[in-house]
């Protein structure tokens, strides 16, 4: 199998206003303007050379277009996760018919452990990899245990992280191209717990989609990380995700990279 720049993306269905809220209040969400930010986020991966793979719609899924959470990829293995939220395991089923028909080897989270992948942040290097797992909010215990069980054979350390004040871990870290974990200290538990954490301005500047050693793709809600960033040598590719923010996603909420 040729690995290249690909990404999973999967489009908004009809319920996303529906989504499911569990740190901020609803307010309306603009589902037409929501579908147009996906297909300005999706424009802004392919300017960057990335090639789009969409994973079947699920209409009946509010939250489906949140495509990271169904899948953990490490290498050339795809671990299907198995979802919090009772109301989001109908999501993976398409996910895994996706991956496999693209040739990647399938793995899962199997019950009592459930695992989404927005809880899940990896740095991988030429030494080896490290596998940061969220616990607290919608995945448990068993579910890492079962994680680190799929990449340890891959030499991927896997480290348990307390998430308790936002919905998944990478609600509140990121990592630039080089590791350095980026966070709004109000919402993440313990900044002193990893080994290089930059503390950015605004809570939006949390979250960074690595395209290339020299490029991270950002939302536009958070000018001032962004200028943080750019001082740092980084490029920054901004998009405008705002209706997506109100459900309590991300940049990284919408992709799922296929290279690492």
Known sequence: MTMTKRALVRRPGPRLAEGLLTHLERVPVDVDLARRQWEGYVAALAAEGWETVEVPPADDCPDAVFVEDTVVMYGDLAVITRPGADERKPETAATEATLR????????????????????????????????VGLGGRTNAAGLDKLAAHLAPL????????????????????????????????????????????????????????????????????????????????????VDISEYEKLEGCVTCLSVRLRD
Do not use: C, N
């Open 155 to 238: 030499g991927a350390r896997t480290v348990g992280v307390p998430v308790s004040l936002v919905l998944h871990l990478k609600s509140a870290v990121t990592a630039l191209p080089d590791g350095t974990v980026l966070g709004y200290p109000p919402l993440v538990d313990d900044p002193a717990g990893w080994p290089e954490f930059l503390a950015v301005p605004e809570e939006p500047g949390a979250h960074v989609v690595v395209l290339d050693p020299s490029t991270v793709l950002m939302s536009t809600s958070a000018p001032a990380t962004r200028a943080l960033l750019e001082d740092r040598g980084l490029r920054v590719v901004a």
């Open 101 to 132: 028909d693209l040739g990647y080897r399938i793995a899962r989270i199997e019950a009592p452990g459930t695992l989404d992948g927005g809880d899940v942040l990896k740095h991988v290097t030429p030494e080896g990899g490290t596998v940061w």
